[in-house]
């Protein structure tokens, strides 16, 4: 059977009437995202169906109107790394910038395994129940590989998928983070312009993206497991300093106590540690995921949050650092492949690479070489 034949597990397959599941597919497809078979009723679904280009305006009204489909379509174009798509993507956003900002971005990770889908689950489902719209996205540069993990979490995820004020979306297949980070930031900003007011990132629990996700949000959640080896020693110094909550997951059945404990023992530790955010202590909680104990604690804390860092213009100041501090990691990129692509350093760089790790060339040496091949010089 054909690729185009066989529909993914999740697609309609009924030809799309009352295409209502918001789990969108990755770039995969045609450049839109929503391929073959996506059609309608009255357009049925057929190996050599088209979908018509659309305009700019097409793009910013369906999403503005909040039209899920149209939302995926504007997701899938800011995604495109073709030269073309580029340009109408930005164009697009350009045109949706003001519907933008007014969302609670916040940031989750922790340990493979820790429980992140499942709380994401059980906090969108409380965070919607006060009339909240949630988008879910992903940011997993290592998925890149695989296609994007977050259609395998969809059973994690499975109430809140098929909630019409949620949309999930995997992580996008960007190959360099770089790459996966751009693609997210513009995503955010797609979500705030069709009205979803609270967006939650996962992000795997090892390497930089942590700190990635950390420069897009305003919330960041460190989610962890008790009993798993010294409580201490499990995550990594660095990465609790990035967190503006610890949260110990799994406080159900014979583990609660040992959770109230971690709990305990993190919290003191946390009186030593600088605060993520000017002003606010971070301090330590637990819940479950599973029984939604202690969900709306948290979501009261993270509520509090913004009030009091509303109040004392943290929250706007870091906004306005982190989209700076994004045009920087933009230029950093650009010129990095610039320069890697320059035919005077492409032809000097495999001898000063040898000259430099055989010791015969100091690395300072090595690079002011390198730019002057770059600026033309000999
Ligand atoms: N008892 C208990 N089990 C939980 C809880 N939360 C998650 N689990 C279980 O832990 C396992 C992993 O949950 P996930 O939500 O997939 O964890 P994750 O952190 O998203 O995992 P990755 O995305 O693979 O890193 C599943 O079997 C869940 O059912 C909880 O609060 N209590
Ligand atoms: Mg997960």
Redesign the pocket.
């Known amino acids: 059977m054909s690729k185009k034949d066989k529909l993914p597990e999740w697609a309609p397959q009924n030809g799309g009437e009352g295409f209502a599941c918001r789990v969108m597919e990755g770039v995969e497809g045609g450049h839109d995202g929503i391929a073959f078979y996506a059609g309608t009723k009255s357009s049925p679904v057929s190996a050599n169906y088209e979908r018509p280009s659309l305009s700019v305006d097409d793009y910013v009204d369906g999403t503005l109107r909040g039209d899920i489909a149209m939302l995926g379509r504007t997701i899938t174009l800011v995604e495109s790394n073709s030269h073309a798509h580029m340009e109408l993507a930005q164009e697009v956003l350009g045109r949706l910038l003001p519907g933008t900002g007014n969302s609670m971005r916040i940031g989750i990770t ?1 340990v ?8 994401i689950e059980a906090l969108g489902r409380h965070i919607i129940k006060q009339g909240h719209k949630v988008a879910v996205l992903a940011v997993d540069p290592s998925s890149s590989i695989t296609g994007g ?1 977050i259609l395998g ?1 969809k059973t ?1 995820m499975e109430q809140l998928s098929r909630d019409i004020n949620c949309f999930i979306r995997p992580s996008p297949t960007g190959g360099t983070l770089g790459g996966v980070t751009r693609k997210s930031r513009e995503t955010i900003l797609v979500c705030e312009a069709a009205g979803y007011d609270v967006i939650l990132i ?1 992000t ?1 629990g090892v390497g930089q993206s942590e700190i990635t996700v950390r420069s897009m949000v305003d919330f960041f959640l460190l989610l962890m497991v008790a009993g798993a080896g010294d409580e201490l020693q499990g995550i990594k110094r660095g990465i609790t300093e990035l967190a503006d909550a610890l949260l110990i ?2 406080a ?2 014979d583990n609660k106590t040992f959770a109230k404990v971690a709990r305990n023992e993190y919290e003191r530790a946390l009186q030593y540690i600088q605060p993520a955010t000017k002003g606010r202590q971070t301090h330590a909680y637990t819940c ?3 029984t939604g104990e202690g969900i709306d604690k948290i979501w009261s804390v993270i509520e509090d949050f913004r009030k009091k860092t509303t109040e004392s213009g943290v929250f706007e100041s870091r906004r306005r650092s982190q989209t700076w501090d994004w045009v920087h990691a933009m230029l950093n990129e650009h010129l990095r492949t610039l320069f890697l692509k320059n035919p005077g350093v492409v032809d000097v760089l495999p001898e000063i690479e040898k000259a430099v790790t055989n010791g015969t060339m100091p690395p300072t040496a090595a690079v002011n070489k390198l730019i002057s091949m770059f600026e033309g010089k000999k």
Do not use: I, Q, Y
């Open positions: 922790g493979p395994g820790g429980g992140k889908s499942t709380f993990s979490d994690r996962e795997v997951n799994k159900d059945g479950s995921a599973v």
